[in-house]
């Protein structure tokens, strides 16, 4: 091959690239702040292991999955009305970053990291004080409801707005995870958008996660697929205030 031709073939495999509607999202991304974290693209599966629709989604349902890590639990949610677009959000640190909006025909899909930003209560298959209320409940932590409420000392977040803030004792929101849809309807994680706190969980709960996950299971990434299950199957208990 000459260098022309080889030219030309990089060209063409940097358009294909550039193209690929993955890339572009997570360009667009990164292009609005620095709390941008793409991780492996991953499938999500329900739990007979077929892939996930988003038509199969229950609205209101509480769902978990795990995702960047084997331990880092995620909450998604198919909510009644469309998430905003284009929210912006700030760190604790300043740091600024745009949320999107949720996914799926109606924009009504939404996924975050499941560790309270507080002091990172979770989910956990014994018990979960960490929930999405959904717009016919009530919860004593605020005056509206379709929010997520952790229960520990009573954060609520505003699932329909990026994961933000609405009361209680955290003084940053949830990280996203950012979802996408193929066109056969099955949807998929693909990074992680807002302050983290997963090495602080990993540290926090270094012992409990170790006894689950073995030595360095819980820093593990998820590779390829993640399950999703209803949280009232993955917890032996829900607690809600
Ligand atoms: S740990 Fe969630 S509100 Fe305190």
């Given at each position: 091959?000459?260098?022309?031709?080889f030219?030309?073939?990089?060209?063409?495999?940097?358009?294909?690239?550039?193209?690929?509607?993955?890339?572009?999202?997570?360009?667009?991304?990164?292009?609005?702040?620095?709390?941008?974290?793409?991780?492996?693209?991953?499938?999500?599966?329900?739990?007979d292991?077929?892939?996930?629709?988003?038509?199969?989604?229950?609205?209101?349902?509480?769902?978990?999955?795990?995702?960047?890590?084997?331990?880092?639990?995620?909450?998604?949610v198919?909510?009644?009305?469309?998430a905003?677009?284009?929210?912006?959000?700030?760190?604790?640190?300043?740091?600024?970053?745009?949320?999107?909006?949720?996914?799926?025909?109606?924009?009504?899909?939404?996924?975050?990291?499941?560790?309270?930003?507080?002091?990172?209560?979770?989910?956990?298959?014994?018990?979960?004080?960490?929930?999405?209320?959904?717009?016919?409940?009530?919860?004593?932590?605020?005056?509206?409801?379709?929010?997520?409420?952790?229960?520990?000392?009573?954060?609520?977040?505003?699932?329909?707005?990026?994961?933000?803030?609405?009361?209680?004792?955290?003084?940053?929101?949830l990280?996203?995870?950012?979802?996408?849809?193929?066109?056969?309807?099955?949807?998929?994680?693909?990074?992680?958008?807002?302050p983290?706190?997963?090495?602080?969980?990993?540290?926090?709960?270094?012992?409990?996660?170790?006894?689950?996950?073995?030595?360095?299971?819980?820093?593990?990434?998820?590779?390829?697929?993640?399950?999703?299950?209803?949280?009232?199957?993955?917890?032996?208990?829900?607690?809600?205030?």
């Open positions: 091959m000459n260098r022309r031709n030219l030309q073939l990089s060209g063409t495999t940097a358009m294909a690239i550039a193209i690929a509607p993955s890339l572009i999202t997570q360009k667009l991304y990164a292009e609005d702040g620095s709390l941008f974290k793409p991780y492996e693209k991953v499938q999500l599966k329900d739990a292991g077929k892939p996930l629709k988003t038509s199969a989604l229950v609205e209101e349902e509480n769902y978990i999955f795990h995702y960047p890590h084997a331990a880092t639990p995620a909450l998604l198919n909510l009644k009305t469309p905003s677009k284009d929210i912006k959000l700030k760190a604790e640190d300043g740091t600024e970053y745009i949320y999107r909006g949720g996914v799926g025909s109606k924009g009504t899909i939404v996924a975050y990291s499941a560790i309270c930003a507080h002091q990172m209560t979770r989910p956990t298959k014994a018990m979960s004080m960490f929930q999405y209320v959904p717009t016919s409940g009530k919860t004593i932590a605020c005056d509206k409801s379709g929010v997520i409420v952790c229960s520990a000392h009573l954060a609520v977040y505003d699932a329909a707005n990026g994961g933000k803030v609405i009361s209680g004792p955290a003084t940053q929101g990280p996203a995870i950012v979802l996408e849809v193929d066109k056969d309807d099955t949807l998929w994680a693909v990074a992680v958008l807002g983290d706190k997963f090495e602080d969980y990993f540290d926090a709960f270094k012992q409990e996660l170790k006894a689950e996950h073995g030595r360095r299971g819980a820093k593990k990434l998820v590779k390829e697929e993640a399950k999703v299950e209803t949280l009232k199957n993955f917890t032996a208990e829900i607690i809600q205030a």
